[in-house]
């Protein structure tokens, strides 16, 4: 698991992002793996950080089988 988080100048998190990685094999033969990247970005409203977008990306293989996946959310004021 890898995690980074960036600060503005005043030491205020703007962004995050975390990794997991994982690889195995059951039974000898049949071998998986998966792989999960999330990222934050961080905006202050008022006197309070809130997260304004976050993005998931997965993606794994395993018996014969792979797939991807992405998700992004953002967040927006008016």
Do not use: C, Y
Not at 48 to 75: A, I, P
């Amino acid at each position: 698991m890898e995690h980074q988080i960036w600060l503005d100048a005043g030491g205020v998190p703007m962004g995050a992002e975390q990794k997991v990685r994982v690889r195995g094999k059951a039974l000898l033969v049949i071998s998986f793996q998966s792989e999960q990247r999330d990222e934050f970005r961080f905006a202050r409203v008022g006197d309070r950080l809130v997260t304004v977008r976050h993005l998931h990306e997965g993606s794994g293989s395993g018996g014969g089988e792979s797939g991807q996946s992405k998700r992004s959310t953002n967040l927006h004021f008016s």
